[in-house]
């Protein structure tokens, strides 16, 4: 079982930044695929950016060019760097992980474990 646990949101105003933090209770090199999901009130969870081993990374259109994911492959943490945020980048995010899949991806099936997710609320 792998634990993961979310860290850094808060209530910003638009045009802010915020870096979200992902800690695993294993090495994130252990760890095939990390990815980044949200979920805005009254809407389903969405995908926002995706890492893998190999330095890959896919990104939402809606985030692409303000939100980056790095990953610590030394020790066990996943960031999320946001930017320029938008009200509309509001919601809970979640960390997932996936112990198999290879490829940057942003579907739920491809993920093993998800954490408790952290709010983020951008207000304009």
């Known amino acids: 079982q792998v634990e993961l646990v979310e860290s850094g949101g808060g209530s910003v105003l638009a045009g802010e930044s915020l870096r979200l933090s992902c800690g695993a209770s294993i090495a994130t090199r252990s760890l095939s695929c990390m990815a980044w999901f949200r979920q805005a009130p009254g809407k389903e969870r969405e995908g926002v950016a995706s890492s893998n081993l190999a330095g890959g990374a896919t990104y939402a259109d809606s985030v692409r060019g303000r939100f980056t994911i790095s990953r610590d492959n030394e020790g066990s943490i996943l960031y999320l760097q946001m930017n320029n945020l938008k009200p509309e980048d509001t919601g809970k995010y979640y960390c997932?992980?996936?112990?198999?899949?290879?490829?940057?991806?942003?579907?739920?099936?491809?993920?093993?474990?998800w954490g408790q997710g952290t709010l983020v609320t951008v207000s304009s």
């Open positions: 997932a992980a996936a112990l198999l899949w290879r490829e940057p991806v942003l579907q739920e099936s491809a993920y093993n474990y």
